[in-house]
């Protein structure tokens, strides 16, 4: 499976007791449709990468960075303090590719701390994603967000 998304936020770096590192994100991926009010949806991946490549992932993709994925899905179980059997189902990151350069990355964080001074923060969904010129991604076509940040808070995530 192919994924092209944004990170929701920063990769949440952790090591297993045995030293291994595995790494934790949300890839927000833009539908192909719009929905009755014309407005583009997007579905929240849930995301694990392994080892070295978790390490280096985070080391280099921050909240809003545009990403490529390989994977594959899987579902786990667990059972909760209410003795319950709750199933996660999550993206296994096989492989990776960061799609956009650090300066392209750089200019979009400055143009949303920006614009985030400016503007009070929104009470954001999924479909309001702030403007964002296509300067910075001279490419809009290979972009799914069509060069738009997710600009969304902790609150607006299902999980």
Not at 23 to 46: P, W
Not at 99 to 125: D, V
Request: net charge negative.
């Amino acid at each position: 499976m192919t994924l092209i998304g944004r990170a929701t936020k920063d990769p949440d770096l952790r090591y297993t007791a045995s030293g291994i590192a595995v790494a934790t994100f949300t890839l927000a991926v833009n539908r192909n449709y719009k929905n009755q009010n014309g407005d583009r949806e997007a579905d929240f991946i849930n995301c694990v990468i392994w080892r070295k490549p978790a390490e280096t992932f985070a080391n280099y993709v921050r909240k809003g960075t545009l990403v490529g994925i390989v994977g594959r899905i899987q579902t786990r179980f667990y059972e909760n303090q209410q003795g319950q059997r709750v199933y996660v189902t999550e993206v296994i990151v096989e492989s990776y590719q960061l799609l956009e350069s650090r300066s392209q990355a750089e200019a979009r964080e400055q143009k949303q701390r920006t614009s985030t001074n400016q503007n009070p923060p929104m009470n954001s969904t999924i479909d309001n994603i702030s403007n964002h010129s296509s300067a910075a991604n001279p490419m809009p076509n290979d972009d799914p967000f069509d060069g738009n940040p997710i600009n969304i808070s902790d609150d607006d995530l299902p999980f």
